[in-house]
């Protein structure tokens, strides 16, 4: 059975959406997802003009976005929203530029209650681009 779409699972839309595709799911437990930023992205034509780089806040947004896509996929979580609790221990090693495929991997550590904390990297082919521990809460959407 092929994974589910991103919007099925998280509320984010374009220009907000930070995942293409889902490639492996574990409910509650992980979640390998890609990006690809193209370069037509505004936040390039700043970021930097003639040296286009993904500001590192992005690359954390879309971990917490593979996160959410691992936590959301439970039953039981349907119909909530994942939101950003804090996120510490944030190393970026190498810049990413529009075109390149981000390889996001988000576990899944520990839960208590409707808060939870996750460990995430980000690979561009081989190479480490980003690494963060992030933590959650899983609330009621409001609406």
């Known amino acids: 059975m092929a994974p589910p779409d991103p919007k099925d699972l998280i ?3 374009d220009p907000f959406l930070f ?8 409910p509650g ?10 370069a037509d ?5 700043g970021h930097f003009p003639g040296n ?7 690359m954390v947004e879309a971990l917490a976005q593979a996160g959410a896509i691992a936590g959301m996929s439970l039953p039981e979580n349907a119909g909530r929203l994942a939101l950003f609790a804090g996120i510490e221990k944030v190393r970026f090693r190498r810049p ?25 990297t980000v690979h561009v082919g081989d190479a480490l681009a ?7 809460a899983i609330v009621e959407e409001a609406g």
């Open 52 to 58: 286009p780089i993904l500001p590192g806040v992005l």
């Open 130 to 136: 980003c690494q963060a521990s992030i933590s959650f």
């Open 96 to 120: 990413v530029r529009p075109g390149e495929t981000l390889d996001l991997r988000t576990t899944i550590v520990k839960t208590r209650g409707p808060i939870g904390w996750g460990e995430g």
């Open 29 to 38: 437990v992980s979640a390998h997802t890609r990006w690809t930023p193209g």
């Open 41 to 45: 992205m505004d936040v390039f034509r």
């Open 19 to 26: 995942v293409d595709e889902i490639v492996e799911i574990e």
């Open 11 to 13: 509320p984010h839309r």
